[in-house]
């Protein structure tokens, strides 16, 4: 996916405008408190103590706030991004034209145009404006961006249509019945109105370390300043400020925009749009993922997978005749029919195929339920053909059809519904057939049967082919200990026969749009945290109520807006790299933290011994680092305390890697590597900055 143009001065204004404490203290408490001791330390500069001088509390308070601002930039630019993902998506809706009957004329109008009572003409691979009626035609319509059913339903005179369902094969005059806030698009918003997302485990915790943290230091610093008037002497207010601000975790405080930055940029490079950084933290805490099947992890569409024989006859007799009633053939069915012939290496002579060619074709309707070819010849050719066919051996069906195009006559092959073939054909009823019509129904799949003229050549089987590297995406979110779960508005049968292929754990089939917003209910009740991969308008209410909602791109206005990531490839599979970024930026967040605590404790000796000399000058000793003074060890510390986040960023943004193991281990590994470098770090950086401070004020080289 293409980057997206970044508005600078937009994400500066916004920037400015978060320094509003108002909005801070919603937002980033220990931001606030910081912010608030910058302005504690303007009224110092017009009453200056005997020790500190005034331009000492200006630079102060520059340095809190552009550790404040710092913070809120790094906010805004995530928060613009992830907009301007959102937005650039959006030009790929389109917008539904409708063919609206006025008198004896069609009109073109826009969808949103449309009022009751209105009548629109609906053909071969057009969407279905607004919700209405069947007045007039039959359609095949796919429903299965709505409901779930993978197969198309048959629509006749009277048959309710919904909004944005495709036509498949047919035409159809529909009635325009939907008003204002009850069609079947609006039940969905209205559904997902009432979806709302709470806050992430793994947040909530954090949130609440990071605060008690705050208070703990200052009711600490808040006690030492009266502790110390106590004994005669109270502290200057600047450096109690100061010592505060370095005891707070405003490290990770700092740095918690920037983690979420590099989750929107980083899943961007998967070509999947996050609305904002939350969400891709929220994958980290995720143990249950509930699939949409059509277009979701099937392809949404039936292919061919499988040719059975009938009789006398094999199977590539069956291929070879499917595969000449295909040619012409646009739908993808055809197409697959062809594909899975020629694969299987049962592609018919070349003579045949140029025959076909130009051959009759008989066109699927809804009404015959089958579709073929028509072969036409005049009398003999006057001599044999089968010197030119290098096809061997061939095949009875390809014999058949080569001796009839020498003696002069006709054949026809048609396939389609096996009820509608054994009518044309005049055969009442035949166990065999029967028997592979259930077989192959309880897999899921659905047979269409193959005739070559009075005669039943065979099957071919068709099915929603599972999208490609879903069954190794899910086998692996099992070795992660995640849940699966699959729902969908098909029939037991072909959900059982999915699941199982797929590799998922456990199904729901006949579900309604309710059902699946009671799934994830059930699942979030049962302490999961859950992730939903949908597509269609009835997944919307389940997507919006997740803590993690996944849309395909291909998928419905709906699904996307409810989602809180989509998915330009519309691959299943996506979800895999999705929560493995989440526990990574999860892992950053932990080593981070871990850093950011050690580093004030260490911060914690660089200020207090000048704090404590100010009543009892004998604590000197604690100042082991042998910083000059006051001024210079506060200043150096504020300096450390601010310039450490920028420096962190890159680490924030590339993160600190996700490997699976026990909680222990990821433990272990953070005290080890972030944990001992966050308190060697101040130290060293600290002595640095003092050191730089003192010759640049004081001119005065102290080591």
Sequence with gaps: MRRVEINWFRVLVESVKRLNPFYLVRTSPIMFIVELGAFFELPLVFTPSRYLSAWFYIAVFVILVLTVWFSTFSESLSEHEAKARVDYLR???????????????????????????????????????????????????????????????????????????????????????????????????ALISTAKRGKMRSEVMLSMLLLGLSMIFLIVVAALYFVMGAFGNYPDPSLMISLLVALMPTTIGGLLPAIGISGVLRLAEHNVIAKSGKAVEAAGDVDAVIFDKTGTITEGVRSAVEFIPLGNYSERDVAVAAYLSAIGDSTHEGKSIIELAEEKGYRPSQLLIDEAMVASRIEYTPSRRYGGIVFSWGKGKGRSVFGEVKLAPLSRVEKELLVLRELGGEARIVKGAPDAIMKLLNIESDPVIDNIVKRVGSRGDTPMLVAFNENLVGFVVLRDRLKKGIREKIQELKLMGIKTIMITGDNPYTAESIAREAGIEDFYA?????????????????????AVMGDGTNDAPALAKADVGVAMHTGTRPAKEAANMIDLDSNPARIVDIIKLGRSILTTRGALTTFSIMNDIAKYFTILPFVISTVFPQAGFLNFLNLYNTVTAVLATMIFNAIIIPMLVPLAVKGAGFKVSTYKKLLARNLLVYGLTGAIIPFIAIKLLDTAVAWAIYGVVHW
Excluded: C, W
Excluded at 101 to 122: C, F, H, Q, R, T
Excluded at 510 to 530: F, I, S, T, Y
């Design 510 to 530: 006949q579900a309604k749009p309710e059902d699946k917003l009671l799934l994830v209910e059930r699942e979030k009740k049962n302490g999961h945290v859950v």
């Design 91 to 189: 030009q790929f809706e389109k917008i539904i034209i409708a063919h609206k009957i006025v008198g004896e004329k069609i009109v073109e109008v826009k969808s949103s145009e449309l009022k009751p009572g209105d009548y629109v003409i609906v053909r071969q691979n057009e969407v279905i404006p607004q919700d209405g009626f069947v007045s007039d035609g039959e359609a095949f319509v796919d429903e299965s961006m709505l409901t779930g059913e993978s197969e198309p339903v048959l629509k006749r005179k009277g048959d309710r249509v919904i909004s944005g369902t495709r036509v498949v094969a047919g035409e159809i005059v529909v009635e325009i019945a939907a008003e204002p806030g009850k069609s079947y698009l609006d039940k969905m918003i």
